[in-house]
């Protein structure tokens, strides 16, 4: 029980990380963010008269990543503790 505890905690510990990390990438790219505003006025292009409409990602995949991730983390900790114990 102890090895499933550690290993989900692993796994919420790299989800953390991974979305710590886009946030902090977005935030830097929108603080350094600056619009050159004179060679956007020379190059006009006309606007698309159609939508595009994408498909987004379920929110249970991040229940299967974070079941995968938890997997993985319990096969490392696993060799981890026959290799060195």
């Not at 995949?61 to 060799?79: E, N, R």
């Amino acid at each position: 029980m102890r090895l499933v505890l550690q290993a989900f905690s692993g796994s919420i510990a790299i989800h953390i990380v991974y979305f710590v990390g886009m946030m902090l990438v977005s935030y830097i790219k929108t603080r350094n963010y600056k619009p050159d505003f004179t060679s956007a006025w020379d190059n006009v292009e006309t606007l698309q008269s159609e939508e595009v409409f994408n498909k987004a990602n379920s929110p249970f995949l991040y229940l299967f990543t974070l079941v995968g991730g938890a997997v993985i983390c319990g096969i490392i900790i696993f060799t981890y503790k026959t290799l060195f114990n």
